[in-house]
């Protein structure tokens, strides 16, 4: 299991493609080889979730930290994986300035 101090995460940006956002991180640890891990969002998720693009980066970031945390020598993070509709509904419940306009305005 990784834990933070084994590990700096940096992020390396973000890379449009056709129906999906791709948001690249480096992964340095220790004496190891750095990892490339990108994360991908739908583009329409922005539009149908209310999710800014302000917030992407970060969600990215949440939802990598919460995997490097599960990760075994058995089940390595994939280099490779998508964002959910539950990952942002996740990312919303954790981080409350992070509501969409919609959730503020039913209030």
């Known amino acids: 299991m990784a834990t933070r ?3 700096i995460l940096r992020y390396m940006g973000v890379i449009p493609q056709m129906e999906y ?3 690249g991180f480096r992964i340095e640890e220790g004496d190891k080889n750095p990892r490339l891990i990108v994360l991908m969002i739908e583009s329409e998720f922005f539009k149908k979730y209310d999710l800014k693009f302000q917030e992407a980066p970060d969600l990215c970031y949440q939802k990598l930290l919460a995997e490097l945390r599960n990760e075994t ?3 390595p993070v ?3 994986f998508s ?3 539950s990952d942002i509904a996740h990312y919303r419940e954790s ?3 992070a509501k ?4 503020v ?3």
């Open 5 to 7: 101090d084994m590990w």
């Open 21 to 23: 956002l791709e948001y």
């Open 73 to 75: 020598a058995q089940l």
């Open 78 to 80: 994939s280099p490779r």
């Open 83 to 85: 964002v959910t509709a």
């Open 95 to 97: 981080h409350p300035t």
């Open 100 to 103: 969409s306009p919609k959730q």
């Open 105 to 107: 305005r039913s209030k």
